[in-house]
């Protein structure tokens, strides 16, 4: 496992989806450091989430298993992917 790599595309993940809350908490009267705050926690936590599940699977996670993982995100919700 490539821990520099995964962490890389972590902080990637964590930026997509904190730039995607702060409209959101705008929106609803959240202040702008609690939305991103709790998103860049949700975000670290759903990365991992799914890394934890590929280890528990094999022993191992591989760049194949990080790549799946990854991907899936932007499968899941497409608006982070643009």
Known sequence: MNVKAI???TVAYVVLKVSAALGGGFLVGVEIWQ???????IGVMQVAEEISRAYV?????????AD???NGFL???PELGK
């Open 35 to 41: 939305a991103a705050a709790g998103a860049a926690f």
């Open 57 to 65: 699977a094999d022993g191992n996670v591989s760049q194949a298993d």
């Open 68 to 70: 799946e993982i990854f």
């Open 75 to 77: 499968d899941e919700d």
């Open 7 to 9: 962490s890389k595309r």
